[in-house]
């Protein structure tokens, strides 16, 4: 079946980094476009960054220029590299795969923490 699992979360220090990793099975992970979201406690969930199937990516403004997602086909995983973490970037971030509009999933989460 179709999973999608997150890992690489947890606590850290404002200003330092994490490397989330989510590791795709059971569908052609090549062909989908894969995306990070987060949601923030009392906060709707939103898009972080996406990333198409040819390898074509954006990112909410905020997170420009802090954050780059990658994917490794052959390693079917998707990658957020986060830079500069301040306390509003606490939040679970999911990982999510699209492709077309009959075709979607979604992990179940990882908690970052960014705290003193």
């Known amino acids: 079946q179709v999973q999608l699992v997150e890992s690489g979360g947890g606590l850290v220090q404002p200003g330092g980094s994490l490397r989330l990793s989510c590791a795709a099975s059971g569908f052609t992970f090549r062909s989908a476009a894969m995306s990070w979201h987060r949601q923030a406690p009392g906060k709707e969930r939103e898009l972080v960054a996406r990333?198409?199937?040819?390898?074509?990516?954006n990112y909410a403004d905020s997170m420009k220029g802090r954050f780059t997602i990658s994917r490794d086909n052959a390693k079917n995983t998707v990658y957020l590299e986060m830079n500069s973490l301040t306390p509003e970037d606490t939040a679970v971030y999911y990982c999510?795969?699209?492709?077309?509009?009959?075709?979607?999933?979604w992990g179940q989460g990882t908690q970052v923490t960014v705290s003193s």
């Open positions: 999510n795969a699209q492709r077309g509009a009959f075709f979607e999933a």
């Open positions: 990333i198409s199937a040819g390898g074509n990516t």
